[in-house]
């Protein structure tokens, strides 16, 4: 392995990552910090209100990925690179799960400082699986149907199936099951995802 060339591709990567995103993502980290209670916020209600609304930061971070190259019309040049494509796609995958961590910290922080009492590590896991769960089934839907509109608009479908049919369907999956205490689903949801990007890179081998 040409690590030097590894360390190009990976700086390269996070070159080609739409900053705006990210700072949009923060932007609306940001504004739903408003929503809560400034005076000792308690766990319950910090869980209910990033459970349920900061978790879609995974759909704008995550939904372009796979497609950049696609939507520029340089994807049968990236398709013949030394690198496999799809080890492209793994390394963009790994900074925006940075980038998504350091959003969801953030927001955590202010609201711990603002003298929350809360278990900061347990909600950051809960909060970061949704959101992961969430980016990657639109990032999957968007690669296979070649349109990012159609990623974000499954996420969001299933997003707002969650929150109205209150896990009555999915039950032990349910999308947010921390609001209930329910931390084996989140382990159950990041082995889902985690399979989902597995599927999602061998379709992407396999049509490079």
């Known amino acids: 392995m040409d690590l030097e060339l590894e360390k190009k591709l990976f700086l390269n990567n996070i070159k080609i990552l739409s900053f705006k995103n990210l700072l949009l993502s923060l932007s609306y980290v940001l504004v739903i910090l408003f929503m809560v209670n400034k005076d000792s916020p308690s766990e319950e209600w910090i869980i209910f209100i990033v459970e349920q ?3 879609p930061i995974g759909i704008i971070l995550f939904a372009k990925t796979a497609l950049i190259e696609y939507e520029t019309k340089i994807y049968e040049f990236a398709y013949i690179k030394t690198q496999p494509y799809w080890r492209t796609i793994l390394s963009r995958i790994i900074i925006l799960c940075v980038e998504l961590m350091a959003v969801i910290l953030i927001g955590l922080f ?7 009492n809360f278990n900061l590590l347990k909600i950051l896991f809960g909060v970061f699986v949704t959101s992961f769960y969430l980016g990657v089934i639109g990032m999957l839907s968007a690669y296979i149907f070649k349109q990012m ?3 974000i608009l499954i996420s969001f479908l299933y997003y707002f199936f969650e929150i109205f049919s ?6 032990s999956l349910y999308l947010f099951g921390m609001i209930s205490g329910d931390y084996v689903s989140k382990v159950k949801l990041f082995i ?3 399979i989902l990007v597995i599927v999602c890179l061998i379709l992407i081998d396999r049509e490079t």
């Open 53 to 55: 609304f900061i978790s």
């Open 110 to 116: 202010i609201l711990y400082f603002l003298d929350g």
């Open 149 to 151: 509109e159609v990623g």
């Open 166 to 171: 209150k896990g009555k369907y999915t039950r």
């Open 192 to 194: 889902i995802s985690t």
